[in-house]
Antibody, heavy 118, light 111 residues
Framework: QVQLVESGGGLVKPGGSLRLSCAASGFTFSDYYMSWIRQAPGKGLEWVSYISSSSSYTNYADSVKGRFTISRDNAKNSLYLQMNSLRAEDTAVYYC???????????WGQGTLVTVSS | QSALTQPASVSGSPGQSITISCTGTSSDVGGYNYVSWYQQHPGKAPKLMIYDVSNRPSGVSNRFSGSKSGNTASLTISGLQAEDEADYYCSSYTSSSTLLVFGGGTKLTVL
């Protein structure tokens, strides 16, 4: 069965950096687009970034553009999110998700909490 | 402010039917048949319930159905059960650079 397991979250000071990882299993990782979606405490879902199956295409929400970088390693079945210049408003649970382009997010990880606070 | 507009809350009694709306524009909901719906229980990850407006993934109860008219999509849950109490989010493809937008979420309470 499809499994997505995030790691790397934690407490970081404003201006700091953090790298999230997502280990995928149960499907051919290299065949699928992947995405990061976040949810601030008590708030709704916000798409953050996506990456194509071969890493040829990436895209970012305006709120993170220039600060976050999405990447993947198909040999390791892993997805990453490098987050720099973190702000308090980046505090959220970050979900790794499998995205079928245009149509749907069909699988989600359990999420990893990132807290940006001094 | 979310790109898609949903009611903050809806409620219904067991056995009843409820409908949750999701209003966008011709650049997203109205322009494409790529609306999806997600169920999220407290502290859990979202789960795909409906995709491409009205399709159910394998394993999702047929009590859940989706439709669309103009710029508004709807999720209907019939025969409400206590386990349906959760937050529901709609999402749509958008012609903007982000490609994917979400609604603000609707809290369903089963009375």
């Amino acid at each position: 069965q499809v499994q997505l397991v995030e790691s790397g979250g934690g407490l970081v000071k404003p201006g700091g950096s953090l790298r999230l990882s997502c280990a995928a299993s149960g499907f051919t990782f290299s065949d699928y687009y992947m995405s990061w979606i976040r949810q601030a405490p008590g708030k709704g879902l916000e798409w953050v970034s996506y990456i194509s199956s071969s890493s040829s295409y990436t895209n970012y929400a305006d709120s993170v553009k220039g600060r976050f970088t999405i990447s993947r390693d198909n040999a390791k079945n892993s997805l990453y999110l490098q987050m720099n210049s973190l702000r308090a408003e980046d505090t959220a649970v970050y979900y790794c998700a499998r995205w079928i382009p245009d149509t749907r997010v069909d699988y989600w990880g359990q999420g990893t909490l990132v807290t940006v606070s001094s | 402010q979310s790109a898609l507009t949903q009611p903050a809350s809806v409620s219904g009694s067991p056995g009843q039917s409820i409908t949750i709306s999701c209003t966008g524009t011709s650049s997203d909901v109205g322009g494409y048949n790529y609306v999806s719906w997600y169920q999220q229980h407290p502290g859990k990850a979202p789960k795909l319930m409906i995709y491409d407006v009205s399709n159910r993934p394998s394993g999702v109860s047929n009590r859940f159905s989706g439709s669309k008219s103009g710029n508004t999509a709807s999720l209907t849950i019939s025969g409400l059960q206590a386990e349906d109490e959760a937050d529901y989010y709609c999402s749509s493809y958008t012609s903007s650079s982000t490609l994917l937008v979400f609604g603000g979420g609707t809290k369903l309470t089963v009375l």
